[in-house]
């Protein structure tokens, strides 16, 4: 599936830089970022889990190359992990006994950017991401039910390694609208221990809204 990924973008993107669209700035622009998180962990190890619903907020740079092409590095919080589902005693999942699993990072995304016509781009890119927080929360819908993991107790590699894919819309006054996939490359879990063999990466969907100056 990620080779499938990767082919398709590099595809799709000498597709339209060999038309006529154009970036709508000469110059670096710098701007601020921020939306809604759906993630979860993808793998065959983790058919019981359902997405957890957070948000990302952080900064962005668009540095022009050519006439089409922006390099457009970001740093961002993102709130990631899981909810796990609880069945009740006839096995139906019970969706106020949920369990969110929260691992919140740093993340920061190097992306080609490539602009299909005025205003309208695709973006791809590698995202390297810092683990900043991690816990469970048995109470997601209150503020009580949290159980934070020590680092020394914790399963979770400090670093993952995701691909990312989106598509944004910047509009004249500087507001941009974005949409990205974010698929992790790795098992977010240490070789060292009992989840060596647990096939669990992260997977990501954002919506947001930006403003370049």
Known sequence: MMKNLIVFTTAFLFIFTTGYAQSDSSTIQLGAK???????????DFDD???????????VAEIPLSERISFQPEVFYSGQGFDILE????????TDQNIEYQLDYIQVPLLLKAYLV???SV???????????????SEPTSDGGDL?????DSYVKDFDTSVALGTSYK???????SARYTLGLTSIFEDDTFFEDVDGKNEVWQFGLGFMF
């Not at 889990?49 to 900064?59: E, I, M, P, Q």
């Not at 973006?123 to 929360?137: L, M, N, S, V, Y």
């Not at 509009?171 to 609208?177: I, P, S």
């Open 148 to 152: 934070e993991i020590d680092e020394d």
């Open 49 to 59: 889990v359902d997405s957890r619903t957070s948000f990302n907020v952080g900064l």
């Open 34 to 44: 921020g939306g809604v998180n759906f993630s979860k962990l993808s793998g065959d």
């Open 123 to 137: 973006e791809a890119g590698p995202q390297f991401g810092f683990k900043i927080h991690e816990e469970f929360d």
């Open 87 to 94: 069945r009740d005693q006839d096995n139906v999942f019970d």
């Open 118 to 120: 005025k205003g309208l």
């Open 171 to 177: 509009f004249d006054n500087g507001f941009f609208l």
